[in-house]
Nanobody, 121 residues
Framework: QVQLVESGGGLVQAGGSLRLSCAAS????MAWFRQAPGKEREFVAS????????YYADSVKGRFTISRDNTKNTVYLQMTSLKPGDTAVYYC??????????????????WGQGTQVTVSS
């Protein structure tokens, strides 16, 4: 059983930045998803085990960066130029090998508890 522990959420003004962290008990392919109130969960970004291949949703491309530190089994989501539309609970997800359908939530085996990100206008 892989354990995922997210941290780094909070309240920030529009245009600001936050960095989310997801610490895993093992080195897995990882992704970030988010879910806003009344909306479906959506893919944000993913990264393979080596960290060589990141993928992003179009809505965050150029503003968010996913990275990982494999010495700590931790994946980061650096979020810049935040908008009120980025407000959501952010979840990290894991699967040993990053799935080919890396934007599809059910492809992942493990999920964190979520961390709230609120962007005020």
């Amino acid at each position: 059983q892989v354990q995922l522990v997210e941290s780094g959420g909070g309240l920030v003004q529009a245009g600001g930045s936050l960095r989310l962290s997801c610490a895993a008990s093992e080195k897995y392919g990882m992704a970030w998803f988010r879910q806003a109130p009344g909306k479906e969960r959506e893919f944000v970004a993913s990264i393979n085990r080596s960290g060589s291949t990141p993928y992003y949703a179009d809505s965050v491309k150029g503003r968010f960066t996913i990275s990982r530190d494999n010495t700590k089994n931790t994946v980061y989501l650096q979020m810049t130029s935040l908008k009120p539309g980025d407000t959501a609970v952010y979840y990290c997800a894991a699967r040993f090998i990053l799935p080919t359908n890396w934007a599809y939530g059910p492809s992942y085996d493990y999920w964190g508890q979520g961390t709230q990100v609120t962007v005020s206008s």
